[in-house]
């Protein structure tokens, strides 16, 4: 319940932390409140029981969260849906939406120090690469492969 109200307030006062980092602080202070509560009221209170419970929750909010609120799928079909007929031609999709769409993610790569623009070409900065190296890391630990969704070659 906090999460969301966070989120409202981050907007409204163009804070500058990203989504994500007010999702963790929302979490952390969520928590640290239900454990004050747990232990006031609850006359047995069992911390780690509470706290599975408590983070099962918080991995169904975040995965919720994350699926709509960078999903290009998503805003794609959004914007098929807000549409009068709800259809457009591929090609409208394409030409018009998927730029848009991609144009606001590498302004958040830019607004976050990753990527950095020289003329019309995008460069990873040192940070943005030391990022890569760690996603790329954390791929292979989870036998991540290539998903093959954004491979337009075939």
Not at 14 to 31: D, E, N
Not at 93 to 106: D, M
Not at 124 to 144: D, K, P
Request: aromatic share 10%; glycine share 10%; net charge neutral.
């Amino acid at each position: 319940m906090l999460a969301p109200v966070l989120q409202s307030v981050a907007r409204a006062r163009a804070w500058s932390l990203a989504p994500v980092i007010v999702l963790a602080i929302t979490a952390v202070v969520s928590h640290v409140i239900g454990v004050l509560f747990g232990v006031l009221i609850v006359p047995q209170f069992r911390y780690w029981d509470a706290a599975s419970i408590f983070s099962f929750g918080v991995m169904g909010y975040v995965f919720a969260f994350g699926a709509v609120s960078k999903s290009v799928s998503l805003d794609i079909l959004l914007g098929l849906a807000e549409r009068p007929d709800r259809t457009a031609p591929l090609s409208d999709v394409v030409e018009r939406q998927v730029p848009a769409l991609f144009q606001g993610r590498t302004g958040i790569l830019i607004d976050g120090g990753l990527v950095e623009q020289i003329d019309s070409r995008f460069a990873a900065t040192a940070a943005g690469q030391i990022m890569a190296s760690r996603i790329g890391r954390l791929r292979r630990a989870f036998g991540i492969g290539d998903t093959g969704l954004y491979d337009f070659g075939e």
